[in-house]
């Protein structure tokens, strides 16, 4: 089992930058695949970031390519989402969350953290 505890969330300009970080726990967090995720309001949770256990692949949504950049430290049992050039279609609240494969499903994910508010004004 898995216990994420995500932080770094908070209110930026557009055009600038934050990463959050997901704290991991458990036996499992090295064998397991980790993603990020958003919801906005109103709207369904989407795709943001995935990489693989050694940290070896990553994959974005189209939305956020070459602007957001997924990173583990498999020591500290951290995931990191380092977010750059901000938009306010980036508001939301983003998930971490832990899944056996790589995946960009939200379904195939088991474990999910409590969410980070990040809110980008224009």
């Known amino acids: 089992q898995v216990q994420l505890v995500e932080s770094g969330g908070g209110l930026v300009h557009a055009g600038g930058s934050l990463r959050l970080s997901c704290a991991a726990s458990g036996r499992t967090f090295s064998r397991s695949a980790m993603g990020w995720f958003r919801q906005a309001p109103g709207k369904e949770r989407k795709f943001v970031a995935t990489?693989?256990?050694?940290?070896?692949?990553?994959r974005y949504g189209d939305s956020v390519k070459g602007r957001f950049t997924i990173s583990r430290d498999k020591d500290k049992n951290m995931v990191y989402l380092q977010m750059n050039s901000l938009k306010p279609e980036d508001t939301a609240v983003y998930y971490c969350a832990a899944a056996e494969l790589i995946s960009s499903r939200d379904r195939d994910y088991a474990y999910w953290g409590q969410g980070t508010q990040v809110t980008v004004s224009s």
């Open positions: 990489i693989t256990q050694g940290g070896g692949t990553t």
